[in-house]
């Protein structure tokens, strides 16, 4: 979009919500601004702040990605259902902000909603790592076990949410991850494997709740007093409760701190704990393993699916492709969860680089360095966050550059070694998806765990190096 686009958008925004909040909010005098925040790559989230008879006062507001309404099919209820859920969930004891106003479609705004504006951090990396959260941090396990015990408790008929929501049981889970993954024509056999073990493994019996579906370090906002806020009910549906227990826990939200799965910032027990005292019902440890697994695979998928949004949605951010490139992210830890074992790293070729004038890598470099210097330098907000991830991109290149070729051989040539065949590179990537598919390749099949394990593991090196589940896989590396 260009910078005239931008603006035009802004301002057209920016129109509607002073006729909307002139309205609707008690001694509105005018909008000061409305600025988009970073991050929210699935939805839009602005901070407004407007002038009123006493003084200044900051709302939030929610949006679908250019105000479009979004597609229910995957399961998500839409913004307006988004709102009813964090009224209810407020209602229920669930710490939540209020919900102001819900635009109807002919005011102009889109799908969104406005609602009152809560300090504290939504920031993962910040929440396990600052200070200023050092003496709440021992206590958020116990809590979110709390609060989603208080969540799975709403009742679904009193409520209406049964009217509202989707119900969808894990098979239903997989099928769709996996069915739109399978849209996207792009053999990654790793999703494939933990598609077929999820399918293998499914829990038996289990109960039906509310879920939230996106319940993790980054989408609760807390404070040094612990947790203010749940945020992002977009997928919201109504299924096996224990889905909410294993996505926090999931390796992609620990932001580094492996060895406190729950966020980053507790324990099993704790956690366990808190969601006991309050539901009265036992956790059982290996089901909530089982939603880790599917959450490292149903977010490898959404990965991709942001990089394919990118080439056909309404919001071309580079945020989006980038995070197509965290895919590998969470299937390296699918491989620790399920394949874990030795693994040999990729080196670089010792052979002289090219003679050229400037070099790919150099070009690469100065690119790179200019949006880490002068544009950073030079930005805040939201442009220096998509400078800084635009910057990160260009490191996956540069590292593509010096070892992607030697990877791809090797790869291809336990490949060729697995199906005892001279095809292509690219043919035998789907002829190995393709048997995982249809059964014909089963999961012990020989040599197949070490290819994936070399595959995955070589891919993240080039992806994210400063992952953690890269250094897990790499705990067993020879």
């Known amino acids: 979009m260009t910078q005239e686009k931008t603006e035009k958008k802004s301002a057209d925004i920016q129109g509607i919500l002073q006729n909307i909040l002139s309205r609707k ?3 509105f005098r005018n909008l000061i601004s409305c600025e988009r925040l970073s991050g929210g790559a699935n939805q839009e989230t602005y901070r407004i702040v407007l002038e009123t008879d006493k003084g200044e006062r900051k709302l939030a507001m929610r949006r679908a990605p250019g105000g479009i309404p979004k597609q229910t099919e995957d399961g998500g209820p839409g913004m307006r259902a988004e709102a009813e859920l964090m009224r209810l969930a407020r209602e229920a004891g669930v710490p939540e902000p209020e919900i102001l106003y819900v635009p109807a479609p002919e005011e102009g705004l889109g799908e969104a909603f406005i609602m009152e504006w809560l300090d504290g951090e939504t920031l993962g990396a910040r929440i396990v790592r600052g200070e200023e959260f050092a003496e709440i941090r021992p206590q958020l396990a116990y809590e979110c076990g709390r ?15 049964n009217k509202l929501l989707q119900t969808v049981g894990p098979l239903e889970m997989i099928d769709r991850s996996y069915f739109y993954y399978q849209m996207l024509s792009t053999p990654q056999p790793m999703i494939d494997y933990a598609a077929r073990w999820l399918k293998d493994n499914m829990p038996k019996n289990a109960r039906t709740a509310l879920v939230h579906n996106d319940f993790r370090n980054g989408n609760i906002m807390i404070t040094p007093e612990g947790i203010v806020a749940v945020l992002d009910w977009e997928l919201s549906h109504i299924g096996d409760p224990m ?10 939200w620990r932001f580094g701190k492996t060895e406190l799965p729950v966020g980053g910032f507790g324990t099993y027990e704790d956690f366990f704990r808190g969601y006991e005292e309050v539901s009265g019902l036992k956790v059982d440890p290996a089901h909530v393993k089982y939603w880790e697994v599917f959450g490292s695979f149903w977010w490898a998928v959404g990965c991709l699916i942001m990089a394919a949004l990118y080439r056909s949605g309404p919001d071309k951010s580079v945020e989006r492709l980038a995070i ?7 299937q390296v830890d699918c491989v620790n969860l399920l394949i874990p074992g030795p693994v040999k ?6 052979a002289p680089k090219s003679t050229e004038m400037p070099r790919l890598d150099e070009l690469v470099t100065s690119v790179r360095d200019f949006l880490r210097g002068d544009v950073m330098n030079q930005t805040q907000g939201r442009a220096n966050f998509m400078a800084r991830v635009a910057s990160n991109s260009l490191d996956i290149v540069l590292r593509d550059l010096e070892v992607g070729d030697i990877c791809r051989q090797q790869e291809h040539q336990r490949l060729r070694s697995l199906f005892s065949t001279e095809s292509d590179l690219e043919s035998l990537r789907w002829r190995l998806v393709k048997g995982l598919r249809e059964g014909d390749i089963p999961l012990d099949h020989p040599g197949l765990a070490e290819h994936l394990r070399a595959t995955v593991v070589n891919q993240i090196a080039i992806d994210q190096p400063v992952y953690s589940g890269f250094k897990t896989a790499l705990k067993s590396a020879v």
């Open 345 to 350: 790293l990729v080196k670089a070729d010792d």
């Open 324 to 330: 197509g490139r965290r895919s590998s992210e969470c």
């Open 25 to 27: 909010i008690e001694g």
């Open 147 to 161: 609060i989603l015990a208080l969540i799975h408790a709403i009742d679904l008929e009193k409520t209406g949410l």
């Open 243 to 252: 889905r909410d227990l294993g996505w926090i826990c999931t390796n992609s």
